[in-house]
């Protein structure tokens, strides 16, 4: 059974930091692109940052230089380190693990920064 579990979320106030964890399990995770998405309140979800299985990175422009994706394939874990939240980084976070065309999705880990 596939699983992806998003922990780490929670209130933080402007600039702020906070750490996002996501566990997988039931697949190959090592083979896998692993990506951090958001939605925040009445719009589309939208990729954060993606880490390949080489290790490539890839961020949103809106969160480069602030957030830092990693992963470590021996635990089944992708990280997402938030620094200098603003109240525009409030959404539901979601971990995605990507391996064309499979594509699997957690629940989701709510982040509100405040202001």
């Known amino acids: 059974q596939v699983q992806l579990v998003e922990s780490g979320g929670g209130l933080v106030q402007l600039g702020g930091s906070l750490r996002l964890s996501c566990v997988a399990s039931?697949?190959?995770?090592?083979?896998?692109?692993m990506g951090w998405y958001r939605q925040a309140p009445a719009k589309q979800r939208e990729l954060v940052a993606l880490i390949t299985s080489g290790g490539v990175t890839n961020y949103a422009d809106s969160v480069k230089g602030r957030f830092a994706i990693s992963r470590d394939n021996d635990k089944n874990t992708v990280y997402l380190q938030m620094n200098s939240l603003k109240p525009e980084d409030t959404a539901v976070y979601y971990c995605?693990?990507?391996?064309?065309?499979?594509?699997?999705w957690g629940k989701g880990s709510l982040v509100t920064v405040s202001s």
């Open positions: 995605n693990a990507r391996r064309a065309p499979i594509d699997y």
């Open positions: 039931g697949f190959g995770f090592a083979i896998y692109a």
